[in-house]
């Protein structure tokens, strides 16, 4: 193993293991549950494109068999790491919300604090078991929902403060998500949705998301893992720490990465297109992406207030814009001397998706 490492030092490539490893080639997996069980949490800021960023890490990407996993609950939708939308698997749900949501909280606080919004006790305990009997009769409520039954009990709550007290009864382990409707979010009763779990000690907690992190996201750095955890330095310092010796740090171009013992390397073939959806992992996974894009181009990917755009990856370098809700193909190259019928088998792999 140690002669293995010695020779990622000098020929390393590391965009080709992070797509064999965050399953963007050559995938694994046939179900999306899998898929978020093996990745331990996945951005799922856009409704609509988390599924296909779940689905194209599978074998045979269906729409469908995403609504089935996400409305049995094996994957769940919530508030939690950096206290942004995530999907996470059934199984780790408990134990991330032990470990993550006390800094999401902190960080909520803060958005609530620079704009103005103060929430007492009363009113959160009181909307918050408003909520949770809504969503208990309804099995699957909407914010609509929430919003007509708060007026019922005279309470009238503008949308901004009330997806603050959302987000206070995911952290609580109160709300999940409901069953998956097409353009709107749902949300359920937690305790009717996720099995109860046996509760397991912090540092076992942060070993297994730390070895879930830098399995399907290598190579990867220390900062990476801190922007995307969310947790603070020393935390993931420990994490790194209790992964022992199946984690490696390497030198490339300067830069300490990690690669565990499983660090998957065959199955590249060069000359492949990704259609990406927005706030994906391949990019949101990292703090530093010039890895996967180039800097001249990061505006056309990502702006600096957060917003990601749907990308376009040629053997995993970002090379192009694609717009997904369009009824033909519809791309943008700004690298290489690229056109629409050079990605599109990739177009028809997702038009094939949403329709299976």
């Given amino acids: 193993m140690a002669r293995s490492f010695r020779r990622f030092n000098s020929s390393m490539n590391p965009v080709s293991i992070r797509l064999l490893n965050q399953q963007l080639v050559a995938p694994q997996y046939a179900d999306p549950a899998e898929v978020v069980a093996y990745m331990g949490a996945m951005q799922a800021q856009e409704y609509r494109m988390m599924r296909w960023a779940v689905a194209m890490r599978t074998r045979k990407p269906s729409a469908t068999a995403f609504k089935r996993a996400f409305d049995s609950g094996q994957i769940i939708r919530l508030h939690l790491m950096r206290g942004t939308w995530q999907l996470v698997p059934a199984d780790d749900y408990w134990m991330l919300l032990d470990l993550c949501a006390p800094k999401a909280i902190a960080v909520t606080k803060g958005w609530m604090s620079s704009n103005k919004i103060t929430i007492f006790d009363d009113e959160l305990m009181r909307v918050r078991d ?96 801190v922007w995307w955890s969310g947790l603070n330095v020393s935390d993931c310092r420990r994490g790194i720490a209790l992964v022992g010796d199946s984690i490696n740090a390497v030198k490339w171009k300067g830069r300490e990465f990690y690669l565990t013992d499983d660090c998957r390397t065959r199955g590249f073939r060069r000359g492949k297109f990704l259609l990406i959806p927005p706030y994906d992992e391949y990019l949101i996974s990292y703090k530093s992406r010039d890895v996967v894009l180039p800097p001249e181009h990061r505006h056309r990917a990502h702006n600096n207030s957060g917003i990601f755009q749907p990308i376009i990856a040629h053997d995993g370098t970002i090379c192009g814009n694609w717009a997904p809700f369009k009824d033909e193909c519809k791309m943008e190259f700004f690298a290489k001397n690229f056109c629409a019928d050079d990605a599109k088998h990739a177009w028809q792999a997702y038009i094939s998706f949403l329709k299976h």
Avoid at 150 to 161: E, S
Avoid at 167 to 194: I, Q, W
């Fill in 130 to 225: 408003i909520l949770a009997l809504t969503a208990a009769d309804m099995g699957s409520a909407t914010k609509d929902d929430f919003v007509r039954a708060l007026a019922q009990k005279g309470l009238q709550i503008d949308d901004h403060r009330l997806s603050y007290h959302i987000r206070m009864a995911e952290f609580s382990g109160t709300l999940c998500s409901g069953d998956l409707l097409p353009a709107k979010a749902t949300y359920a009763l937690a305790a009717n949705k996720v099995k109860p779990a046996m509760k397991i000690d912090r540092d076992e907690a942060l070993m297994r998301l730390t070895r879930k992190y830098f399995q399907s996201r290598q190579p990867a750095t220390l900062q990476d893992f």
